[in-house]
């Protein structure tokens, strides 16, 4: 499902797909919103986002032990715990990511189905401080790097991975 919205100064897309969610910023807006003037004001600017997964544990492994997101813990809120348990096994694992978080979210868990599915469409872009150094250490943990850019300096800006429900990851050195 595809959707337009205005919200205040920003035009904004959704796209919700079987295998996740993306939201991403298109255009300011250049005439006055439909929204309500009051409902404007409501808006934090926070944004939790949730990617669905098919696989949590392995999904856990690559953004903690490959991609070096720090793990705050399966679950959610307050009742995090740092251990995956067999008998009760974990729905959903939480992420930081500077002053934002983040979680994965088993699909079957959410949905009731036990469907195959890639994220076909979700891209995220995620800010770092040295995109080279980072290139390199994501690199030397066997991750694929889909693609790369070097600015005239010859130093990395830019590089994107794919996770293994085909969450596209976008990492930029802003200039």
Same mark, same amino acid.
């Given at each position: 499902?595809?959707t337009?919205?205005?919200?205040?100064?920003?035009?904004?897309?959704?796209?919700v797909?079987?295998?996740?969610f993306?939201?991403?910023?298109?255009?300011?807006?250049?005439?006055?919103?439909?929204?309500?003037?009051?409902?404007?004001?409501?808006?934090?600017?926070?944004?939790f986002?949730?990617?669905?997964? $098919?696989?949590l544990?392995?999904? /856990?492994?690559?953004? =903690?032990?490959?991609l *070096?997101?720090?793990? +705050?813990?399966?679950? #959610?809120?307050?009742?995090?715990?740092?251990?995956?348990?067999?008998?009760?096994?974990p729905?959903?694992?939480?992420?930081?990511?500077?002053g934002?978080?983040?979680?994965?979210?088993?699909?079957?868990a959410?949905?009731g189905?036990?469907?195959?599915?890639?994220?076909?469409?979700?891209?995220?872009?995620?800010?770092?401080?040295?995109?080279?150094?980072y290139?390199? $250490?994501?690199?030397?943990?066997? /991750?694929?790097?889909d =693609?790369?850019?070097? *600015?005239?300096?010859? +130093?990395?800006?830019? #590089?994107?991975?794919?996770d293994?429900?085909?969450?596209?990851?976008?990492?930029?050195q802003?200039?």
């Amino acid at each position: 499902m595809l959707t337009l919205r205005s919200l205040g100064k920003l035009v904004v897309l959704a796209v919700v797909l079987p295998g996740g969610f993306a939201c991403s910023v298109v255009a300011p807006v250049r005439h006055q919103s439909d929204a309500p003037r009051q409902n404007q004001q409501m808006f934090t600017g926070e944004m939790f986002p949730v990617l669905y997964v $098919s696989d949590l544990r392995r999904s /856990v492994e690559f953004y =903690r032990d490959k991609l *070096g997101f720090p793990f +705050r813990g399966y679950g #959610f809120g307050s009742k995090l715990t740092n251990e995956w348990s067999e008998t009760e096994p974990p729905y959903a694992a939480m992420f930081g990511l500077g002053g934002q978080d983040f979680v994965l979210h088993d699909y079957k868990a959410a949905t009731g189905e036990a469907v195959a599915f890639r994220a076909v469409g979700t891209r995220h872009h995620i800010f770092v401080t040295n995109a080279t150094e980072y290139h390199a $250490s994501v690199e030397s943990h066997g /991750v694929k790097i889909d =693609r790369f850019v070097k *600015g005239s300096n010859d +130093r990395v800006f830019l #590089f994107s991975v794919t996770d293994p429900d085909g969450h596209a990851l976008y990492f930029i050195q802003k200039r």
